[in-house]
């Protein structure tokens, strides 16, 4: 079992920052891709960046791409996601996620385990 806990959301002005944290534990957790969701009022589901454990390869969705870092401390078992320059399209409940393997997914049907969600507002 892995179990993760989310923090840093939050209310932000436009051109602001936040940054999210994802804290795992759990035995075997190693073993899972990490990577974060993000869903806004009346939308899907949809990825936003992804990570691996092992190999610290990163994915991004483009609208994201040059803003938001995604990135781990091993040691503290911990996922971050440093977002830079929000606008108000960035608004909604971020969520961290796990899933199996090594390679990282944009499908939010693979990852098998969730955090409670983080709700990010960006005002205009």
């Known amino acids: 079992q892995v179990q993760l806990v989310e923090s840093g959301g939050g209310l932000v002005q436009a051109g602001g920052s936040l940054r999210l944290s994802c804290e795992a534990s759990g035995r075997t957790f190693r073993t899972y891709t990490m990577g974060w969701f993000r869903q806004a009022p009346g939308m899907e589901r949809e990825f936003v960046a992804g990570?691996?454990?092992?190999?610290?390869?990163?994915s991004y969705i483009d609208s994201v791409k040059g803003r938001f870092t995604i990135s781990r401390d091993n040691a503290k078992n911990t996922m971050y996601l440093q977002m830079n320059s929000l606008n108000p399209e960035d608004t909604g409940v971020y969520y961290c996620?796990?899933?199996?393997?090594?390679?990282?997914?944009?499908?939010?049907?693979?990852?098998?385990?969730w955090g409670q969600g983080t709700q990010v507002t960006v005002s205009s």
């Open positions: 990570i691996s454990w092992s190999g610290g390869l990163t």
């Open positions: 996620a796990a899933k199996q393997g090594v390679v990282v997914s944009t499908t939010s049907r693979d990852y098998v385990y």
